[in-house]
C-alpha cells in the first residue's frame, strides 16, 4: 500500500513538472515570435518604391536631383535650393531662373500669385499646380507616355540636345510661343514671353531625376534649360504646413518641428521597446500567481458598526454631522426612488419628494436641508421624520 501510493505521488510530481515545463516552454516561444515579429515588421511595411524627396537637388536617391544640381554647379551655375515660395521670392532676381517641379508644395494661390510676380524667369516641370497663375495662357491637351521622343522645333536648347524622355502633360503652344517634343495635339515643351518673363513649362520632369539623367539627351536637355541663368533657384518639397503660409527660420529655412529632427527608424525602436516591456511585464505578472485571500481575525457586524459610530458622535456632542449622516442617506435612498440622479443636491431631491407626496415644499426642505438639530432628542425626531418621508414617498 505504501509502495503504490509513493508511486502516485511520484507520477503526479512528474506530470505537475511536465506540465510546468511545458508552460515555460511555450512562454518562452511566445516571447521569441513577438520579438521577431516587432524585428520584421518595419522591413514588411516599407515601401517597395524608391525612398527619398522627388526632384530634390539635395537627395541623391533614384527619384532626386542631386546630379543635376552637381552637374550645373559643375559648369558656373548657382543652385540655391529653397523650400517655401516666400524664399523662392526673396531669393530671385533678374538674372535667376526659377525651377517649379511638380514636388514643389504651393498651399494656396497666393502663394503661386507671389511667384508669378518673382523677377527673373520661370521653368516649369511636370504636374505642377495652380499652372494657370504660373504658366497664364497656357492650356492642356492631353496626358501623354513618357518616352524618347526628337525636338522637331528651332528652340536652341532642345536642338543641342536632340532626342530626350519627355511626355506627361501635352500643351497647346499660346500665340507667340515656341512648341518642342510634338506628342498628341500638342507640344511636351513650350517657351514664351509673359510680361518679361521667359516661361519655359514641361509636360513630365522625369528625366530631371538621378534615375533618368544619363539616358538619351536627358541631361543636355536638362542643363540647357535649367543652366539659361546664371543663378538657379530651385523650389523644392518642403513641409506642407510651411509651405502654406511661408514660414521660415532665422537663416531663410523652413522652420522644423522636434519631431521633424527626430530619425524614422526610433519610431520603429520605441514600438519595438513597448512591445518588450508589455511582454516582460505580462511575464512577471504571471510568475506572481493569483492574488492570495486570507480570512479576517474578527467579523464586526454592519449593526455594530452603526452604533458604534453613533456613540462616537454621541461622545463628542457631533450633532450636526450625525444629522448630516442621516440627511445623506436619506436623500440617497430617496433620490432612485424619485427618479432624479444620484448627483441631484439635496434641495432637488426635496422638491421632487414634495411634488410625489403632494406636501409643502418648505417643511421637506426644512426637512433635508435644515440646520442642526439642538439636542438630543431634535436629532431622534429629525430621524424619525426621515423615516417617515422615506415611508412616504414609497407608498406614493
Known sequence: MTATTTATTNGSATRAGTRRRGRGTAWGTLVVLLVLGAAALPALLAPDQPTGRLLDPADTSLIGSSALSRLLEAHGVEVVRVETPGAAVAAAGPETLLLITEASLLGSHDAAVRLAEAPGDRLIAGHASFLDVLAPGLNRESVERVRSRPPRCALREAVRAGGAFTGGISFSSPPGSTGCY????????????????????????SFLTNMWLADDGNAALALNLAGARPKLVWLAQGDPADAEDGATGADGEPARSLGDLIPGGVTWAVFQLVVAVAVTA??????????????????????????????????????????????????????????????ATAEEVADAAAARTGQDPGPVRALLCGPEPADDAALVALAADLDTLERQVRDS
Open 182 to 205: 510634338p506628342a498628341g495635339d500638342g507640344h511636351t515643351l513650350v517657351r514664351y514671353t509673359e510680361d518679361g518673363h521667359t516661361v519655359t513649362a514641361l509636360g513630365d520632369a
Open 282 to 343: 505580462l511575464w512577471r505578472a504571471r510568475r506572481l500567481g493569483p492574488v492570495v485571500t486570507e480570512r479576517l481575525p474578527v467579523v464586526v457586524r454592519a449593526s455594530e458598526t452603526v452604533e458604534g459610530r453613533g456613540l462616537l458622535y454621541r461622545s463628542r456632542r457631533a450633532r450636526d454631522r450625525a444629522a448630516l449622516a442621516l440627511r445623506a442617506a436619506a436623500a440617497d435612498r430617496l433620490a432612485p426612488l424619485l427618479g432624479v440622479p444620484r448627483t
